[in-house]
């Protein structure tokens, strides 16, 4: 441990699902009390449990959940060397972190691992993907996203109900709480199917209340100035998706949603100083895929093409691309052989390696979007996040490694202007697939999350009152 920093205590929880997406714990389903309480209802006691130490001692608490993918599982070599093992490390870093940076009030930390049989057979690099594939599509059902809004709703709550008293203000039940969850491979690809869904559906739901809400206080108030912009919070505050095997499909269409719903995110404390640094738009999804993960580069849309044979695609309506700002540069087929974070027009922003350290050693706010990374022997490289958009003119990054959209959306623009971040990395600081607990990823995520206070503020989304669709 680094000098000046010691690891605080964390409470850890286990949720396992079996081969069929099932909890490999159900639990007493009798309406009486139980006896034997499953895993879920254990990790959900550690939260409650968590949560009144931190209003006790006037701290936040932080909840992280964990999905592992391919490859890994609960077992006892998982526990030493792969993800849970790693899981461990990462709260472990994280509680020394802010032991350090809030020596006075560290928050009280909670673990997730949630977990399934994402290896099959050891040692396997190709021929269990199909079979893992398909294994990880059925854990990503009823149960996990049961366990997935139980957890998140057990740490935040559901806000509480906009008022036209105090002119439909959003206001958290549960102050200083924030849950978090990251899903790495195949894991991903199980929590993308089982939270895009319900997730989206919350949001709307809370945009539509609000916009009511706002809709009766602009017609009772006749004379004052009307209500234009909508708040109301978000049920999760940061979901990551890392080197996701999943289809692009999933992405692509919540994208489009949150186009089509004008939903922005943006975090009180930060709103001032989001415009200078990479877009006025703070992230609450976020999928990074790494330029040297071979496995959704190369297995993936090899494997996915084998399963497309049978499928129907249909041809995009170019009227829709040229004059609706739709992405259809590529075919169905494409999408659905490709995760989205492989793919370069749906990338928002990217990862570019420094050419000095200089950026990263400013102690001003102007370091951002610089990051610094710990490398081998003693060397560090300094990284900037900027728009996929050579043409940009807000970003500080060297012009290269963008994928050109001035044409279609301006020297500004992406076609991916949404709170769901789509990130590509180099391999220097994300170097393959499976390679995810280490510095590379660590720094990305906590320079994004200190940037727009994603474990401090709360997660407000926002959009134009008169956009019921549009």
Known sequence: ???????????????????????????????????????????????????????????????????????????????????????????????????????????????????????????????????????????????????????????????????????CAAHERRKDSHFAIIAHSFGARALEHALTQPMLAMILERQTEARECADDWNRNNPNDPPITNLSFLAPADLVVFLNAANDAFEAKETIEALKRAQIRVTRPRTAAVHEAAIGAVAPFMISITSDGDWATERIMPLAQWFSSVPLYFRQYDRDGCDQEGQLCEHTQRYYYRHSEASIKEMRSHVVISADSLTPCQTKSVDSWPYFLVDGPNKTQQCYCIAHNNPASLEDKCKQEKRFSQKAKFGTKGVWNDTPFYVMGVPPSLIPDHNAIFQDGTEELLIAISAHFDVLISPTLMTSPASSATH
């Not at 993800?83 to 560290?106: H, W």
């Not at 049989?117 to 009823?142: C, E, F, H, K, N």
């Open 1 to 167: 441990m680094p000098d000046g920093k010691r690891p605080q205590h964390f409470y850890l929880a286990h949720i396992e699902f079996d081969d069929m997406g099932e909890l490999w714990s159900i639990g007493d389903l009798r309406p009486e009390a139980t006896r034997n309480p499953s895993q879920l209802e254990n990790a959900l006691a550690i939260i409650r449990k968590a949560r009144s130490q931190a209003e006790q001692t006037g701290v936040p608490l932080v909840v992280i959940a964990f999905v592992h993918g391919w490859h890994n599982n609960a077992s006892m070599g998982d526990e030493e060397k792969k993800n849970l093992g790693s899981f461990k490390t990462v709260l472990e870093t994280l509680s020394s972190r802010s032991s350090l940076e809030v020596a006075d009030k560290p928050p009280v930390l909670v673990g997730i691992f949630l977990s399934w049989r994402g290896q099959s057979i050891a040692g396997d690099v190709v021929l269990t993907y199909w079979g893992r594939r398909d294994a990880a599509t059925r854990v990503g059902g009823p149960s996990m996203t049961e366990v997935v809004t139980r957890l998140m709703f057990e740490t935040k709550g559901v806000p509480l109900t906009p008022s036209i008293d105090d002119r």
